[in-house]
């Protein structure tokens, strides 16, 4: 199968179940404008999160990696009124973007953007006893996913959801000498997962317009301190 016929896919369904809006449509543009990379999540994944956020009754959300906002914007959507979005970029430039779209979509309320590397303002949410997240999206540097993975387990509680983008990375999950630190991060994440008793968890190939790639999904299933 083709990559040509897996985006014609993606766009039938994107057509008929998901939609855009102008909204989506500027933060897609104006982020090409600004020489950000495309690796923000289809319309279909963003949908996908949002009823992901919808499922929980997700009233606070952690995203780490935020790139132009185009799949914080999903998520703030998915948040009732009084719900927030905390999202961490380390990107200057990435932040600038995204905070002119989160004003644009009007969500700029319900959307706090924490510049910086996301480890050093993880270790801060959790000084200052940052409420627990229902859901946490975790799509920045993959090397670092174990130690997202930590941080994620000690900022939700049970029923709190984990979503890990790009796990599967055209297959390179499997392969590989062990040399590529991106498919180490993704490894070690997944196995640490494996022996946590607070998780349940999954992961899922998925083909589209952004190519071979997939999602681990992990329910906290038992109390985290
Ligand atoms: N979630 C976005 C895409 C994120 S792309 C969407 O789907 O729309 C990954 C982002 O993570 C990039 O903007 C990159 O600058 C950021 N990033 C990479 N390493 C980081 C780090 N250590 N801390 C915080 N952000 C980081
Ligand atoms: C890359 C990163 C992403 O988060 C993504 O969704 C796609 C590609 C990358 O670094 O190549
Ligand atoms: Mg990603």
Excluded: C
């Excluded at 906002?69 to 009084?82: F, K, M, Q, V």
């Excluded at 990435?94 to 779209?101: D, L, P, Q």
């Excluded at 899922?204 to 790639?213: F, I, N, S």
Aim: charged share 25%; aromatic share 6%; proline share 4%.
């Amino acid at each position: 199968m083709s990559q040509e016929r897996w985006t014609e896919v993606d766009d039938y369904f994107e057509a008929a179940l998901v939609g855009s809006d102008d909204v989506l449509e500027a933060v897609l543009r104006t982020s090409v404008e600004a020489g950000l990379p495309e690796h923000q999540v289809s319309p279909s994944q963003g949908k996908l999160l949002a009823l992901l956020a919808r499922l929980v009754g997700a009233r606070r959300i952690l995203e780490i990696g935020t790139l132009g906002g185009y799949s914080t914007i999903w998520l703030a959507r998915a948040l009732p009124e009084d719900g927030q979005v905390v999202t961490l970029e380390a990107d200057a430039s990435h932040a600038r973007v995204a905070r002119a779209n989160f004003a644009r979509a009007g969500l700029a309320d319900r959307i706090e953007l924490l510049e910086g590397p996301a480890l050093g303002t993880l270790d801060r949410l959790q000084e200052e006893g940052a409420a627990p997240f229902d859901l946490v999206f975790v799509d920045a540097d993959k090397p670092n996913n174990p130690a997202y993975l930590d941080h994620a387990l000690r900022l939700t509680q049970v029923g709190s959801v984990l979503v890990f983008d790009n796990v599967v990375r055209d297959g390179a999950v499997v392969g590989g000498d062990g040399s590529d630190a991106k498919v180490e991060g993704i490894r070690r994440m997944t196995e640490q997962i494996a022996a946590e008793p607070r998780l349940s968890a999954t992961a899922l190939q998925t083909v589209g317009r952004k190519g071979w790639d997939g999602f681990a999904l992990a329910l906290v299933i038992e109390p985290t301190d």
